[in-house]
């Protein structure tokens, strides 16, 4: 796999092979497709189109999906955009977990949340038919003829309202026969390269990573500029057994792309008084070396050293652009050891 060329110049790339079965390169910026699931608003086809070609011309070569976003939307957008690129030149993830059922409109999933979508309502299934399905289903939309990632969707408290149900969950994937079962044999299988979880907390991304033998994680929003609990346990235990990280959400729903504005978003609502303190304190710091507090939020995970891509999803042509951008400011070591001397960043956050 080329490394991505863009009109940044070479985009940096990290090579990922846990196994030993070639493994994968991802690029250090990735694209989640989200947003082209019409998440929030509508999004014409060719803004979407736009997106995607501005992604790739940045030198973006990781995209990864999922069936939920936008019902199968985001996978079908996918399809004419991958079809004529060459296979060997990107790395492409989608989902596993949730089987979408034709039905009426007013029935279908995500009304308010997805917009303009086919009419579908998800049915959650971690068992060993569900999984490949799923994956079939994937394959039809997005038309390709390999997927190199599998991640099990969605398990955590976020998505199923209780430790019970998300518990109850992670306990469907991995009986004896379920759905953990497909996934490995889909990559012993070389149907894929790397299989893994895409979730919310970096708890449930543990409890995984220690019953099963998973990859990769794809982690949304729990190690970033505000946030670095995931080095209490869960990081260590990644770096001691190979397995990488996609982390989505790094500036934890815009709070870190806008700074502490009234109304801005911390985990998909408006965010508390304590989290708007917090970033304007880090905004400070990082003003003192003449850094923007977005540059300091895009570039703080990859330092990790299990970090394989950031994928921050862009909605239009100019914010991939600027994330692109992004990317190639220097940041000084002293704005990462004025923040530890503040309080403001963990002491064991890696930083160089």
């Given amino acids: 796999s080329r490394p991505g060329v863009g009109m940044g110049g070479l985009m940096k790339t990290r090579h990922f092979d846990r196994i030993g079965n070639g493994g994968l390169t991802f690029t250090e910026l990735g694209f989640g497709t989200a ?35 936008g019902l199968g939307l985001s996978e079908t957008r996918l399809n004419p955009f991958l079809r004529g690129r060459q296979r060997s030149e990107y790395v492409l993830s989608t989902k596993v977990g949730r089987l979408l059922r034709v039905c009426p409109p007013d029935q279908r999933t995500g009304i308010g949340k997805f917009f303009d979508v086919p009419s579908r309502r998800e049915v959650y299934d971690y068992g060993y038919d569900g999984v490949m399905r799923s994956v079939e289903e994937s394959f039809e939309r997005l038309g390709v003829d390999s997927i190199d990632i599998l991640f099990a969707h969605d398990l955590d408290i976020f998505t199923h309202g209780s430790k019970a149900a998300s518990d109850a969950r992670i306990e469907e994937l991995m009986k004896p026969n379920s759905g953990y079962a497909a996934l490995i044999a889909l990559r012993d299988q070389g149907v894929v390269k790397a299989v ?13 990573a220690e019953r099963g033998d998973f990859d990769l994680f794809l982690l949304a929003g729990r190690y970033t500029l505000l946030e670095q609990e995931a080095l209490t346990s869960f990081l260590p235990l990644c770096e001691k057994r190979g397995i990488g990280i996609a982390l989505g959400g790094p500036y934890n729903s815009g709070i870190l792309a806008t700074g502490a504005k009234p109304g801005a978003y911390y985990n998909y609502d408006p965010a508390p008084q304590e989290i708007l303190d917090r970033v304007s304190r880090i905004e400070a710091v990082c003003k003192e070396h003449g850094v923007k507090l977005i540059e300091a939020a895009l570039q703080f995970p990859l330092l990790h050293p299990s970090v394989v891509s950031m994928i921050p ?40």
């Fill in 313 to 352: 999803g862009g909605q239009k042509p100019e914010e991939v652009k600027a994330n692109r951008a992004i990317l190639d400011v220097k940041i000084p070591a002293a704005l990462w050891a004025d923040l530890k001397k503040a309080g403001l960043m963990r002491e064991d956050a890696p930083t160089g």
């Fill in 35 to 69: 947003p082209l699931g019409n998440l929030y608003r509508p999004i014409p086809d060719a803004e979407a189109v736009a997106t995607l070609d501005a992604a790739w011309e940045a030198g973006v070569r990781y995209y990864d999906t999922a069936p939920l976003y």
């Fill in 196 to 208: 893994g979880a895409g979730v919310n907390e970096w708890q449930v991304c543990q409890t995984l």
